[in-house]
């Protein structure tokens, strides 16, 4: 069974920096996207970053561009989320999910979020100002 467990959330102040941690089980790294996607209270669940066993596929929404790096590490099945220059509109409800097909990464909005076949439980992360 597939499993995702999201970690590293807290609470931070403007400008400060978290990592975020999406660890699997149950699932192969060879073929896969995996993004992060974020939910904020009274928000529509967004997605945030994506990535692909192809090192070509990485996904970044324009809000979090130059700010938040994706990156996995396929020895321990954990993809990661670097977020620096945090602002408080960050804040929100963090979660992992995957994909056996690399391609997901290339779509955007619903599509991205739809195709995603596997879920973790979300962290939440608090910016404040």
């Known amino acids: 069974e597939v499993q995702l467990q999201a970690s590293g959330g807290g609470l931070v102040q403007a400008g400060g920096s978290l990592r975020l941690s999406c660890a699997a089980s149950?699932?192969?790294?060879?073929?896969?996207?995996i993004g992060w996607f974020r939910q904020a209270p009274g928000k529509e669940r967004e997605g945030v970053s994506c990535?692909?066993?192809?090192?070509?596929?990485?996904y970044y929404a324009e809000s979090v561009k130059g700010r938040f790096t994706i990156s996995s590490d396929r020895a321990k099945n954990t993809v990661y989320l670097q977020m620096n220059s945090l602002k408080p509109e960050d804040t929100g409800v963090y979660y992992c999910?995957?994909?056996?097909?690399?391609?997901?990464?290339?779509?955007?909005?619903?599509?991205?979020?739809?195709?995603?076949?596997?879920w973790g439980e979300g962290t939440q992360v608090t910016v404040s100002s």
């Open positions: 999910a995957a994909n056996h097909w690399e391609r997901l990464c290339l779509y955007r909005g619903a599509t991205l979020i739809d195709g995603m076949q596997y």
């Open positions: 149950g699932f192969a790294f060879d073929h896969y996207s």
């Open positions: 990535i692909s066993s192809s090192a070509s596929m990485t």
